[in-house]
């Protein structure tokens, strides 16, 4: 998958991709699937904040995931990383800036609220 179509889009995968412990996650699941728990364990990162994390990385394609029952009958949200390339230049940018969304100001009180709120949680 081709990242960021529109200038709306990029700022959102810039902005899932600019905190460490989504990083992390991301770099965990490049070796292979895991479910919330696991990676939760892994990383040393509380569930609930896992989850939120998963969930901002699924928004933008960078992870997916997929229910699976596990063999006693539990319900799991299994994650891997989705392919994707992000290729930034000038010329990139250029041409995306004309789709940017006209409403600037909404856009990052709610950008600077989600990292607000995620920052405390962390």
């Not at 989705?82 to 100001?105: H, N, W, Y």
């Given at each position: 998958?081709?990242?960021?179509?529109?200038g709306d889009a990029l700022?959102?995968?810039l902005s899932a991709l600019?905190?460490?412990?989504?990083?992390?996650?991301?770099?965990?699941?490049?070796?292979?699937?895991?479910?919330?728990?696991?990676?939760?364990?892994?990383?040393?990162?509380?569930?609930?904040?896992?989850?939120?994390?998963?969930?901002?990385?699924?928004?933008?394609?960078?992870?997916?995931?997929?229910?699976?029952?596990?063999?006693?009958?539990?319900?799991?949200?299994?994650f891997r990383a989705a392919?994707?390339?992000?290729?930034?230049?000038?010329?990139?940018?250029?041409?995306?800036?004309?789709?940017?969304?006209?409403?600037?100001?909404?856009?990052?009180?709610?950008?600077?609220?989600?990292?607000?709120?995620?920052?405390?949680?962390?």
């Amino acid at each position: 998958m081709e990242v960021a179509p529109t200038g709306d889009a990029l700022l959102g995968v810039l902005s899932a991709l600019a905190n460490p412990q989504r990083l992390r996650i991301l770099a965990a699941l490049s070796e292979e699937r895991k479910y919330v728990s696991l990676l939760s364990r892994e990383l040393g990162i509380s569930r609930p904040l896992t989850h939120l994390h998963l969930k901002r990385l699924e928004a933008f394609g960078l992870v997916a995931g997929s229910l699976e029952l596990s063999d006693d009958g539990k319900a799991k949200k299994w994650f891997r990383a989705a392919p994707f390339a992000l290729k930034l230049t000038p010329e990139a940018i250029a041409e995306l800036v004309p789709t940017l969304s006209d409403d600037r100001s909404a856009g990052s009180a709610a950008e600077r609220e989600n990292d607000g709120s995620e920052r405390n949680k962390t």
